[in-house]
C-alpha cells in the first residue's frame, strides 16, 4: 500500500513559478509510473506529468517546456516544477501512483492518489 501526500500549491501570478513536492511512503514506489494529474472543475482529470520505473518522462503537450517532473528516492518524494505558469494552468493538482513501472495517461492507470493541492494562477 502506497500513501501519497502533496504540498507546495498556492496562488501566483501568470509568469511565476511553483514546486509541487508528493511524498511517498511504502518502499516500491520508486519502481512504479508516478504522475502529477490535474482537474478543473467541470472537467475530467488531464495527466500533465509522469516519469515510469527507469526515470523517463513525458508531458502533456499543454505544459510542455513549462514543466518538470522529478523524483528523489532519499527522500521518498516526487516533485512538479512549474515554470511560466498561465492562468489555464490553474486547478487541483493530484499526485499518483501505479502498481506497475510504465506510464499510460490517462487517470485510470493509477491505483493511488493523493489528495490534491490547488493552484491558482491569476
Known amino acids: 500500500h502506497v500513501q501519497l501526500v502533496e504540498s507546495g500549491g498556492g496562488s501566483v501570478q501568470a509568469g511565476g513559478s511553483l514546486r509541487l513536492s508528493c511524498e511517498a511512503s511504502?518502499?516500491?514506489?520508486?519502481?512504479?509510473?508516478m504522475a502529477w494529474v490535474r482537474q478543473v472543475p467541470g472537467k475530467e482529470r488531464e495527466g500533465v506529468a509522469d516519469?515510469?520505473?527507469?526515470?523517463?518522462?513525458t508531458y502533456a503537450d499543454s505544459v510542455k517546456g513549462r514543466f518538470t517532473v522529478s523524483k528523489d528516492k532519499a527522500k521518498n518524494t516526487l516533485y512538479l516544477q512549474l515554470s511560466s505558469l498561465k492562468p489555464e494552468d490553474t486547478g487541483t493538482y493530484f499526485c499518483?501512483?501505479?502498481?506497475?513501472?510504465?506510464?499510460?495517461?490517462?487517470?485510470?492507470?493509477?491505483?493511488?492518489w493523493g489528495q490534491g493541492t490547488q493552484v491558482t494562477v491569476s
Open positions: 499518483a501512483a501505479a502498481n506497475v513501472g510504465w506510464c499510460l495517461r490517462t487517470p485510470h492507470h493509477f491505483a493511488y
Open positions: 511504502g518502499s516500491t514506489w520508486s519502481t512504479w509510473c
Open positions: 516519469t515510469d520505473f527507469d526515470g523517463r518522462t
